[in-house]
């Protein structure tokens, strides 16, 4: 069965992308009428750790995603990504059973020097097949995983496999927890819409890739990402375009932008010194400028170079994919692939880019 | 010993109704031969037929030894055609399943008049010796007419009833055939009643009795 | 042409009633025919639906080791060691209310379902997934099934125990009498919680199960042929078998009909010819106006044959229900490509009916004259020819009853037997007649006897068709009524206990028994371990008894070795069922292999038992030795031995305390009044096509006698100028007739018996693998006889009626027209 007006629903929360996704909120009973009894998100409210590690039941999705940037012993470059979505049906607490209201879905991206690869996983919440656990921490879809390894805090290992590539890698954090937007609360938008958003972009990588039966040694880079919220986004944003960059110089710049109808996209992001101080930044302080595109396996047009310019920090820089065709054929596709950066400083990171 | 009295004899057709006898009076002795003559369409054959019994007459009265035919039932009319009398019709009406020998039979044997001797002479007489093992198809036409008669006197009736039983014959058979019937008639010594188109025909009976319009037109000895 | 058709059609204005027949003919062939195909590609295509609910490429499947269920944990470690398992939930429903009628419940988990598995046959685009597994969730149910139910679309139903069920919503392609929902609503509605009965594997490969595992589940690996599909194969057979006999003999009435008519224009022919139409015009407008006739009854022949099948199909579908547990719809649905091969095999069997007559068409001499003894001569080769068919088919028969191994060569058996009898039946009559006709002496039997034989010709297809009913319905009654007494017989001695209880589980029953065995009057307690696995690709249970005089006394054994039942008992021998037996090619004192999980185990075969009606394999072994050899052997029922008059108390008892643990208690009558039921239905749609095939015989002699009416009467009415009653003639044409079919059925009553023989010990073995008696009922062949006499009567008495209601006038007529 095809699950793709399930994940329709899932990521209209994420994007409300109305052209992608006509009314979802209609055609499941209780998603419209019960949203206000979803957990909202609100400013000021401070985030607590390892609590906000795990799971938040009530808020209607949320999300750990990995994404790194990797080096095997060639020197050649490659990126994994390993995503986890919770999507609650109704509001309300965990239940133990088919009663539970949550909904799981995996997704894992390998980008190789011999192309892109991806998989994906489904699973009810409440029957133990896939969860999150703060702690110790963990988080699974069958036999997909990402968990503290036990003792050696602050140690993650991150597993993950599809038809013709899996791998196995560790984690370990080198950086404090950014918070992003006003400490995490985040705005997606300049009429309310907001999640609660922080990350972990300093985590050094060691383990192993396997495609087509070949084992890799690899190590880099990775950045964890955790949001959730309850609100979707406005009716006229058609998806988004997300940065994560390690530049070379040691900091670390998290950019996106909501795209609008209209043209006047919302833009933030988050600029992490090396030494992981954070710096919230304002849409006028960005510049996104898409320089090329190239026809994806579904026939879209998606910008695979980008000119990414934060004058006050001195970065002007063409981000430029890897592997153009990064194309996440999943029930809800997008594109998400690692991406260098030419020009000042250097470096490399990940681009996600939605609703095309 | 047949005496016709004012026979009447209609029959609704399409067109309406069609009086096809009109007043018949006749009168036949034993022993005397009768050509009935006139056009198509006079009442010739249905005179025959009422005469056989095969049908009854709407008025009138047909007295076989002074006993009324139109007052029998059914089984008594059956019981005439199959002991007082021979008919032998143009189209021979053999019976398909039975050879020669059993249709020469048939009637005698019904009529509980079988003489084998007689049969067997008849038989000869007719020239059918050769045939008696065959079917009523593999004969010819004057062959089977022959058949016909031979089973129509075999039980030796009081009268021979025919209805042009050379219509459909070719000159020669005709002749032949017609010489056989008269012949043993005469050996047989019973009425003949004939319908037949023929003057030359008719010329070798007793009487003859021209029918027009359902009327007796003329009677001639 | 267009002239040349006219002419020749202009025949049947004048002959409408030789029209009618070649209409009826075909109609009625295409009618039975088309009934039977469509109550079988109707079952065939509930058969697909069923094993269409969960069209997964998957094959293999998980199952418990004990018992129905495996444990909702165990399914979530194999998906967490990365199976790409996903459960389903089986289970049946008992619908409250009057309505009743039970639903097969098939609880699924959708998001876990391999990318591209189908599911109620339809690609899961449409579904609307979220509506399925969210609240208050959907119930999908065939249209047929909700219909024949009574059930309300889109409201929740309520259902006893606070149960409700999802609101319904209609898949079209969904098999008939199930329903399916979320695995929680199955659990929920089954009252299992955290149970499922089965995981099925994506794939066809069998992975090794975990360890801790391996003890409670098993791989069952992929199996090939859909078994429904497989055993139900016989009887869509027999039901084709019989449907082929009945198109047979509507063209027996076609087949008459044209060489009648053809008969008649022979002249008419000629003079076309004459004309200067050409040869292939001829044909071609021959073949028009045959084409004509095929069209016109192809479509009157599906709609009847619609009408037949949606007749006959409760019965049908009651019958694969009980015996296979195989669910057909109680609806027929008529798609468009019926009324083509409807159409198309009327064309077909105009054609066959036909082609005999188009040839001597195409040989008609151009300047011939009529020559009846020529026909007669070719006739007289044409028996010849037939006896000859017969001998090869004879033959043919003797081949198949020697070499044949096959439910189809049981059949080709069948089929030469009684065409071979059909064929011989022309020349035995008039052999017959013959003999008669020597005994004859009046002129009037002697005139009887020759013009019967004469008739014989144009009479012998439609006597041929009597035959051929009435023989079928001899040998199929013979048949019926000796299964259903031997069946009686063996239920009798085979259900012996006083109350049978089934329970979910081993550890159920085994609490069930120990409650059992401290109840007063309980006599004796027959634990029935059994265990389901495969030889040589055959679905077989093999059934652990334990050592009881009730068996020794009550289980009719067919053959045994001294002290079988000891060596049962001592784990040394092992009884099999007839049908299990020949197909596996065992007989008493070779060794059965059995594939046990520590290895193979062979035990002697010491005994054979009929198994009626269980289209699987069945062997009975010792309950220790199935339970060392296979420790996953489950406890599911128990016979109960009663004092008297204890029944009614334990069974209430039993209710009581357990029906909510799932357990089930029947008694022994109950059982019995079931079985019979099945067994009642299973043959009541036979019984009614045989008769319909009878009734088809009668129609046709009835058209042959009524076609023959108009010739008669050139042959009868020198008779009646000779000196016979018209009344005398109907009685004696009555006379011929019944002469005629009293022959044929007197032929026919042997037929049938040796028919019967062939259905109890061949076909019956072939089909289901088991072997019945052959018993002959003299009361039905009387009967049958009586029908027989009855329904040729009923045909003679139309045509002789209008004789004996003939004006002289019409039979003057004859002396004036015929010929």
Known sequence: MSASRLILVMLACLLAACEQAPAPSNGFAGLGQDAADFAQVERGRPLVFPLDEGAHDGYRIEWWYVTANLTDAQGREWGVQWTLFRSALRPGPEQVGWQSPNLWMGHAGLTSPFGHQHAERLARGGIGQAGVVAEPFSAWIDDWSLRAESGTQPLLRMQAHGEAFSYDLRLHSEGPRVLHGDQGYSEKSGKGQASYYYSLPFLRVEGQVEVDGQRYPVHGQAWLDREWSSQPLAADQQGWDWFSLHLADGAKLMLFQVRQADGAHYRAGTWISATGQAQALRGEQISLQPLAHTRQAGGQQVPTRWRVQVAEHGVDVEVDAIEPNAWMGTAFPYWEGPVRLHGQPGGRGYLEMTGY | ?221 | MRLCLLALLSHWRRHPLQGASILTGLWLATALWTGVQALNSQARADYARASAVLATPAQAQVLPRQGQYLAQADYVTLRRAGWAVTPLLEGRLRLPGEAGGTLQVIGIEPLSLPAGSQVAGQPGEGVDLLAFIGKPGQAWIAPDTRQRLGLPLGETMPLSEGLQLPPLVEQAQLAPGVVVVDIAQAQALLQVPEQMSRLLLAGTAEPTLPAELADRLRVQPAEGADDLQRLTDSFHLNLTALGLLAFIVGLFIVHAAIGLALEQRRALLRTLRACGVGLATLLAALTLELGLFAVLSGVLGVASGYLIASLLLADVSASLRGLYGAEVAGQLSLPAIWWLAGVAISLLGALLAGLSSLVRAARLPLLALAQPQAWRQAQSRWLRGQALLALGLLVLAAICWGLGDSLVSAFVLMASLLLAAALLLPALLDGALALLARRCRGPLSEWFIADSRQQLPALSLALMALLLALAASVGVGSMTQGFRLTFSGWLDQRLAADLYVSAPNTTQTQLVMDALAAQPGVEALLPNWTLDTRLQGWPVQLQGIVDDPHYREGWPLLEQQADAWAQLAAGQGVMLSEQLARRLNLRLGERLTLPAPSGEQALPVVALYADYGNPKGQALVAADWLRRAWPEATLGSLAVHLAPSRGEAVQAWLEAAYADAGVRVIDQAGLKAWSNQVFERTFAATAALNSLTLGVAGIALFISLLTLGHSRLGQLAPLWALGLGRRQLAGLSLGQTLLLAGLTVLLAMPLGVLLAYCLVAVVNVQAFGWRLPLYIFPGQLLNLAALGLCSSLLAASGPLWQLARRQPADLLRTFAHER
Not at chain 2, 111 to 135: F, K, N, S
Not at chain 2, 157 to 176: K, N, Q, R, Y
């Open chain 2, 1 to 221: 010993m047949l005496v016709v009295e004012n026979l009447h004899k209609s029959f609704v057709t399409a067109q309406g109704h069609l009086a096809v006898l009109r007043g018949i009076d006749l009168t036949l002795e034993a022993g005397v031969s009768l050509a009935l003559m006139g056009e198509s369409g006079s009442g010739k054959s249905t005179l025959l037929h009422l005469l056989a019994g095969l049908e009854r007459a709407d008025s009138g009265r047909i007295l076989v030894e002074g006993v009324a035919l139109a007052d029998r039932r059914e089984a008594d009319l059956a019981r005439w055609r199959r002991e007082g009398i021979g008919l032998v019709f143009q189209q021979y009406n053999l019976i398909s399943s039975l050879d020669v020998a059993a249709n020469l039979a048939f009637q005698a044997r019904l009529a509980g008049r079988y003489d084998p001797a007689w049969v067997t002479h008849l038989a000869e007489r007719l020239g059918l010796q050769a045939l008696l093992t065959r079917y009523p198809e593999q004969l010819s036409g004057g062959q089977q007419q022959r058949v016909a008669i031979g089973r129509a006197l075999a039980s030796r009736p009081p009268l021979l009833l025919a209805d042009e039983p050379t219509g459909s014959l070719d000159e020669a058979s005709s002749e032949a055939v017609l010489a056989l019937l008269l012949q043993l008639v005469g050996e047989l010594g019973c009425s003949l009643l004939m319908v037949t188109h023929s003057e030359r025909l008719a010329a070798r009976l007793d009487r003859r009795l021209v029918l027009h319009h359902g009327r007796v037109a003329a009677v001639s000895e």
